[in-house]
């Protein structure tokens, strides 16, 4: 059972910046997508950025210009950075990895942005 596991979240204040990682248990080289979703307090979880395993990105509009999505195959990693961010923001990530058509995911990491 391939695991994935979220960190790097945390509290900061509005504009300030956040990286996100999500290991791998084994290697992401054959997810031939992954992403992150995030959910806030009494919210739909949403998709917040995607990443094809050629390395295409794609964000929802909320955060185009402020995040960005990158994976290093070589050390089984996702990497979400998060910059200028907003109380907005704050929410519970999810990474998430798809192979053989089903979807693994994280567990969450909390971010929490509040001045």
């Known amino acids: 059972q391939v695991q994935l596991v979220e960190s790097g979240g945390g509290l900061v204040q509005p504009g300030e910046s956040l990286r996100l990682s999500c290991v791998g248990s084994e290697s992401i080289f054959s997810f031939y997508n992954m992403g992150w979703y995030r959910q806030a307090p009494g919210k739909q979880r949403e998709l917040v950025a995607g990443?094809?395993?050629?390395?295409?990105?794609t964000y929802t509009n909320s955060v185009k210009g402020r995040f960005t999505i990158s994976r290093d195959n070589a050390k089984n990693t996702l990497y979400l950075q998060m910059s200028s961010l907003k109380t907005t923001d704050t929410a519970v990530y999810y990474c998430?990895?798809?192979?053989?058509?089903?979807?693994?995911w994280g567990r969450g990491t909390q971010v929490t942005v509040s001045s």
């Open positions: 990443i094809s395993n050629s390395g295409t990105p």
């Open positions: 998430y990895g798809d192979r053989a058509q089903y979807r693994y």
